[in-house]
């Protein structure tokens, strides 16, 4: 089985709706909370990439836009996945691999 390494980390899904659903519509974070029925300062933390899309984030996301939930999950999903194969932690330099043992 071949790995795809992609290259390029992928967009976060809170840049997505800033910069093709609120920017766009001309519509403020606020005004969007209230849309969605979420916080103000929940909806900003998202837009501004500083929390993921949850699963919660995603279904409304997705009654607000018409869209499903599997866009903005698989949006949140390929990022994770990008971070964590693009990541130097040293604390997975000491995990080995599982074998059969012999009994």
């Known amino acids: 089985m071949t790995k795809r390494i992609r290259k390029r980390k992928p967009v976060h899904p809170g840049q997505m709706v800033k910069l093709d659903v609120l920017e766009p519509l001309n519509l403020s974070v606020t005004e969007a909370a209230k849309v969605m029925n979420v916080s103000r300062k929940h909806l900003s933390a998202f837009v501004n990439e500083r929390i993921p ?3 919660d984030m995603a279904k409304r996301l997705a009654i607000a ?3 499903s939930v599997d866009v903005w999950l698989g949006m949140q999903n390929a990022l994770d996945v990008w971070e964590m194969e693009n990541s130097n932690d ?3 330099q000491s995990v080995g691999k599982l074998v059969a043992v012999n009994s």
């Open 53 to 55: 899309c949850s699963k």
């Open 65 to 67: 836009l018409g869209t």
């Open 90 to 92: 040293d604390i997975y």
